[in-house]
Nanobody, 122 residues
């Protein structure tokens, strides 16, 4: 059974940095792509960044390009989202997803973590 658990969310000030973690269990970690999404208050969930099974990061959201960086540690079964220069509009619940990535497209699975809250105050 696939399980994902996000952690690292916090309440911070504009310009601060945070590092989120996503621990994955129940799958052969090295074979999957993992994505970070966020859901701002009152809005739909949006795809931010993915990292392929071979460790190639791909950005899907212009708003975070150059500020957010995804990475993975295969022995630890963990994917990270390093967030810098945080802005109030980065506020939301951040989720990771286990899926697949092919021909430039990410295919989300039904496997989600419970999310971790990030709040950025001005």
């Amino acid at each position: 059974q696939v399980q994902l658990e996000e952690s690292g969310g916090d309440s911070v000030q504009t310009g601060d940095s945070l590092k989120l973690s996503c621990l994955v269990s129940g799958v052969y970690f090295n074979f999957g792509a993992i994505a970070w999404y966020r859901q701002p208050p009152g809005k739909e969930r949006e795809l931010l960044e993915i990292i392929s099974s071979s460790g190639v990061p791909v950005n899907f959201a212009a708003a975070v390009k150059g500020r957010f960086a995804i990475s993975r540690d295969n022995p630890k079964h963990t994917v990270y989202l390093n967030m810098t220069e945080l802005r109030p509009e980065d506020t939301g619940v951040y989720y990771c997803n286990w899926g697949s990535f092919t021909v430039g497209r990410y295919y989300a699975s039904d496997h989600w973590g419970p999310g971790t809250q990030v709040t950025v105050s001005s």
